[in-house]
């Protein structure tokens, strides 16, 4: 866990401090543009997630929510590359966390009166902590060797990685 965190802090950063979505003044226009770029991010990274069983069911709601705004969904590029199951725990790691600042994001969207679905943010809404905490101990089970842990940091650092190229691709971030 420690590892996973220390290898991912600086690039979790990179988009805590400059996501337009995570700005006071966020509107549905940012989430859209958002959710846009996570629908590329998640389809890329469903075949490394789909054997580990986590990091499912995200899509259903994202795509709920853009078809909600009649919002066109961005073509599929890009896939994932082939890599132990350790690194797919990793990337893992990266998508369920997402769903941590999801909450926090979705109470600041409502203050901001954004009244769209956010299916996708609202997630697992009250259960995320619990789904988290059992994501972990999964974790925990399976990663023990050193060089599963290095694998794993690489796997989230990729994610990682990923994302922030379809964001800036997107303008999303410089
Ligand atoms: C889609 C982009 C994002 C991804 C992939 C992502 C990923 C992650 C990951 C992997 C974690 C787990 C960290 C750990 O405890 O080991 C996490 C936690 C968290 N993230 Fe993000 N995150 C994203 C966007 C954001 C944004 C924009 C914010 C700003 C509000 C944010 C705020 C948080 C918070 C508050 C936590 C919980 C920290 C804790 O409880 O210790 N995240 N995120």
């Known amino acids: 866990m420690h590892a996973l965190r220390d290898a991912t802090r600086s690039l979790h950063h990179l988009l805590d401090s400059q996501l337009p979505l995570a700005r006071p003044d966020a509107g549905v226009a940012d989430y859209l543009s958002h959710l846009r770029v996570l629908r590329g991010w ?7 997630l789909q054997p580990t069983g986590w990091g499912q069911g995200y899509l259903q709601a994202l795509d709920a929510d853009l078809a909600q705004a009649g ?5 599929v590029t890009a896939a994932a590359p082939a890599d132990d199951p350790a690194f797919a725990l990793g990337v893992a790691y990266v998508v369920e966390g997402s769903q941590l600042g999801g909450q926090v994001l979705l109470r600041r969207l409502r203050q901001s009166g954004v009244d769209h679905g956010l299916r996708y943010l609202q ?8 789904h988290w905490g059992a994501f972990l101990k999964a974790l925990r089970a399976r990663l023990t060797q050193p060089a ?7 796997g989230a650092c990729w994610a990682f990685e990923d994302l922030l190229a379809r964001m800036r691709r997107a303008g999303l971030l410089a």
């Open 71 to 75: 919002a066109v969904a961005a073509p």
């Open 42 to 48: 998640l389809l890329a990274l469903a075949p490394l």
């Open 123 to 130: 997630g697992r809404g009250e259960a995320t902590g619990a």
């Open 148 to 154: 599963e842990i290095a694998a794993a940091c690489r």
